[in-house]
């Protein structure tokens, strides 16, 4: 049974947020602030987080950096509406997804289930992508760019699987939401930007100056296209 860690300092949200995912069939630790929240995370390796991002002392933000750190567990936020730049600040620090209070208690299961999809090891074959000097072993998850070995979350592994598969075609960021979440439901193309831009981050020597990542500007992104 796979285990999620819920962060939520509201006890009722906390409770309803417990016995859907229970329902749904994950096993369910809770913290009601951030330092219990980190604590948690380290002792029982939750397989997804859900977390608030207005937590008492440690908040939410704080959570993600941490956490962030050392591990690529998924990680949905819990925001409450109008918090927009704490959301977009949270999806760039590396959470997967997000949902705005109030929320359907259903769709916060699905965001689960999906976010638990995307790290999982799950493809239809044994799938080997290579671009140029990139190489993406899609059954472990693991890239390498010239061959230094890089760790990304789920999220930017799918981001750069995407652009990986058909170097050279420019994706808007909407089909890039698309490609990654598999909806695109509430969510903000800006996301994708600070999805990038983590990804430049730990792939490119210089991410001033990205050779594997471009900007198109008034469209997208894609993936320079190997020399030849
Ligand atoms: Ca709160």
């Known amino acids: 049974m796979r285990t999620i860690l819920v962060v939520e300092d509201e006890p009722q949200i906390a409770g309803i947020v417990r016995d859907y995912l229970e329902h749904a069939g994950f096993a369910v630790i809770t913290a009601a602030d951030g330092g219990a929240a980190l604590a948690l995370a380290r002792a029982r390796r939750p397989d997804a987080l859900v977390l608030d991002l207005g937590l008492p002392r440690v908040d939410g933000l704080d959570v993600i950096r941490s956490i962030r750190r050392d591990s690529r567990v998924p990680i949905l936020i819990l925001s409450a509406r109008g918090d927009e730049v704490d959301r977009v ?92 979440h598999g909806f695109s439901l509430e969510t903000y193309e800006r996301a994708i930007d600070g999805h990038i831009r983590n990804l430049r981050k730990k792939l490119e020597p210089d991410d001033a100056a990205p050779r594997y990542v471009r900007t198109v500007h008034g469209v997208g992104y894609a993936l320079a296209e190997p020399d030849a």
């Open 89 to 180: 600040t949270g999806l760039e620090l590396g959470a997967d997804d997000y949902i705005v209070k109030p929320f359907s208690p259903r769709e916060l299961v699905a965001r689960v289930r999906a976010v638990l999809r995307r790290g999982e090891t799950a493809p239809m074959s044994d799938e080997r992508i290579v671009a140029g000097d990139l190489e993406l072993d899609v059954v472990r998850r693991r890239v390498k760019a010239g061959g230094r070995a890089i760790a990304l979350t789920p999220t930017e592994f799918e981001l750069l699987a995407t652009l990986a598969r058909e170097p050279g075609r420019v994706w808007t960021r909407a089909q890039l939401l698309d490609a990654v």
